[in-house]
Every structure is written in structure tokens, then in C-alpha cells.
Nanobody, 116 residues
Framework: QVQLVESGGGLVQAGGSLRLSCAAS????????MGWYRQAPGKQRELVAT???????NYEDSVKGRFTISRDNTKNTVQLQMNSLKPDDTAVYYC??????????WGQGTQVTVSS
């Protein structure tokens, strides 16, 4: 089992920045991919960004150039630096981890609110 705990959400004005962090514990040796998803009110959960153990990254088109995902394998953490935030980025952001056996784990979520 893997436990994920997010931190760093909050309220920010449009154009501002936030940094989300996620700490993994438990069977961390089993983790391959880590990432972030988000879910806005009335919308489906969507991928934001992922990063593999080898630090290969993938981003949803609307965040490319604004968000940066990074990972510290020694500390078992993943971060999401969010710049130039827009009201459309308002959502609950979830940290995820996928094991080598394709089991998915989720954090409890952290609220990000961007005011116009």
C-alpha cells in the first residue's frame, strides 16, 4: 500500500503562482509514475501532469508552459509548480501514484482556487 499526502493548495489571484507538494509513504519501492489530476465542480477528473521514475514528464495541453512537475526520488515527493494561474485552473488537485503492477493510489486532494 502507498499513502499520499498533499499540501500547498489555497487561494490566489489570477496570474499568481502556487506550489503543490505530495509526500508518499508505505510501499514506495513499488511506485513508477507519480502525478497530479484535478477535478473542477461539475466536471470529470482530468490529468494535469505525470512524471516517471526516470523523470519523463507529460502535461495536459492547457497547462503546458505554465506548470512544472518535479520529483525527488530520495525523499519520495512530487511537486507541481503552477505559474500564471487562471480561474479555469480552480479545482481540487489530487496526487496520484501508479505502481509497477499498475495499481493506482490517490491522495485526499487539495483545493486550488484562482480568483479573477
Amino acid at each position: 500500500q502507498v499513502q499520499l499526502v498533499e499540501s500547498g493548495g489555497g487561494l490566489v489571484q489570477a496570474g499568481g503562482s502556487l506550489r503543490l507538494s505530495c509526500a508518499a509513504s508505505g510501499s514506495i519501492f513499488s511506485i513508477n509514475v507519480m502525478g497530479w489530476y484535478r477535478q473542477a465542480p461539475g466536471k470529470q477528473r482530468e490529468l494535469v501532469a505525470t512524471i516517471t521514475t526516470g523523470r519523463t514528464t507529460n502535461y495536459e495541453d492547457s497547462v503546458k508552459g505554465r506548470f512544472t512537475i518535479s520529483r525527488d526520488n530520495t525523499k519520495n515527493t512530487v511537486q507541481l509548480q503552477m505559474n500564471s494561474l487562471k480561474p479555469d485552473d480552480t479545482a481540487v488537485y489530487y496526487c496520484t501514484a501508479e505502481s509497477y503492477s499498475k495499481t493506482d493510489y490517490w491522495g485526499q486532494g487539495t483545493q486550488v482556487t484562482v480568483s479573477s
